[in-house]
């Protein structure tokens, strides 16, 4: 029986979301301690998670990245707000999909059913996760995350982006255009330094594993993957 667990601190909510998943033969586990949401996701390991955003303490994007440090479980986030960068800020920080209140309860349905299948069923069995190595580094795209060796760390969208571009090109550079084109859909409203923060922010991450001068700037063309730790290995 696949497991749901549902974060939400409007108790009627809750109970109604409950309610309405269990006809469908699913097991629920209601989290009401907001303070340690993490140990009791460790403990009941759910197959999928609803999540609020606006939570006690800690709002749901937070316990969303927490979450992506140790499962690709699917989260649906489920919230009052209504704003696009709200969206992309669940997506960004590690969500799968994303509901509004008020909502039709079969659409929470529909969308259940859908994330599982990807995760755990006819979808998940022909498409495999996509892994990309380069050594002792391995780079995982759907879960936004990065490791080197035992160490891991997590990425956001945009570090996601740039990381794969790089990867797919080495040993070739990876233009300022095509990332760009990678990373924003409508160029013309993105300030020229946008870019330079966001590969600054690429190479703090490899920092935070140890690894020193992994993206080269190439002068007047763009950037592109040095794999130092290779050297280091040696």
């Not at 939400?8 to 469908?24: G, Q, R, W």
């Not at 920080?93 to 969308?111: C, E, R």
């Not at 990876?174 to 924003?184: F, I, T």
């Amino acid at each position: 029986m696949e497991k749901i667990m549902i974060v939400e601190d409007d108790v009627k909510i809750a109970e109604f979301l409950s309610t309405y998943i269990k006809k469908y033969g699913y097991e629920v586990i209601i989290v009401k301690d907001f303070e340690n949401i993490m140990v009791t996701f460790l403990d009941e390991k759910p197959n999928l998670l609803l999540l609020d955003i606006n939570l006690p303490s800690y709002d749901g994007y937070y316990w969303c990245r927490q979450i992506r440090k140790e499962s690709i479980c699917p989260v649906i986030f489920i919230s009052a707000r209504t704003g696009e960068m709200d969206q992309v800020m669940a997506l960004e920080n590690g969500g799968d999909d994303f509901i509004t209140k008020p909502f039709h309860p079969d659409i929470v349905m529909a969308k259940i059913r859908s994330q599982l299948r990807r995760a755990y069923g006819e979808y998940a069995a022909k498409y495999e996760e996509r892994v990309l190595s380069q050594g002792d580094l391995h780079f995982y795209p759907e879960r936004l995350e990065l490791r080197f060796k035992s160490e891991v760390v997590q990425l956001t969208k945009k570090e996601t982006d740039i990381i794969e571009i790089l990867m797919e090109r080495y040993p070739r550079v990876a233009g300022r255009q095509d990332l760009l084109e990678k990373l924003w859909d409508d160029q013309a409203y993105v300030d020229e330094n946008t870019l330079n923060v966001n590969i600054a922010r690429v190479r703090n991450k490899f920092q935070e594993l140890g690894i020193e001068a992994a993206v080269e700037t190439v002068r007047g063309a763009g950037y592109r993957l040095r794999v130092t730790w290779k050297e280091e290995k040696s």
